[in-house]
């Protein structure tokens, strides 16, 4: 079995934080950043990247998600999302799902404001009954 590293959910957040400023998004106005603890030990930031063909925009789950694979991690240990504003940033349907690839149902997915963790979902909280790399086993 891979090893967990050891989870410092403020030291993703420091992360998170440190990045979101750097979003581009200058259509939405809406700044998320995201960090992944991933199965190396190493942590990989994501922004998201608007573009003005709208739906060619990405999200900071999913550039982190990038960044992990271009990095050499394999798997997500936790992953922390960061945003502003008064509700909670959870990620869209379609990072739930990009997340699921290379997490467990288990997986934290912690949600930040700008003033630290607000909430601690597992994945499967977030994408029950999920459809993943093993449903393609016949
Ligand atoms: N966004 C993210 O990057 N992650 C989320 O979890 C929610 C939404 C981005 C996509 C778009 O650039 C902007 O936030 C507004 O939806």
Redesign the pocket.
């Known amino acids: 079995m891979a090893s967990q590293p050891e989870m410092d959910f403020e030291a993703l957040f420091a992360v998170a934080a440190r990045v979101q400023p750097l979003?581009y998004?200058p259509?939405?106005r809406?700044k998320?950043g995201?960090a992944i603890l991933a199965d190396d030990g190493a942590v990989y930031p994501g922004?998201?990247v608007?573009n003005a063909a709208y739906p060619s925009?990405?999200?900071?789950?999913?550039g982190a998600i990038s960044a992990m694979i271009a990095g050499g991690g394999l798997r997500i240990a936790a992953i922390v999302?960061m945003?502003e504003g008064e509700m909670l940033?959870?990620?869209?349907g379609a990072?739930r799902q990009r997340i699921r690839e290379f997490a467990d149902p288990n997986t934290p997915v912690a949600i930040a404001g700008p003033g630290g963790i607000r909430q601690r979902f597992s994945l499967a909280e977030l994408l029950p009954a999920s459809f993943g790399p093993d449903n393609l086993r016949r």
């Open positions: 979003a998004a259509y939405s809406f998320v995201a922004c998201n608007e925009g990405s999200c900071a789950e999913q999302v945003g940033v959870t990620p869209c990072c």
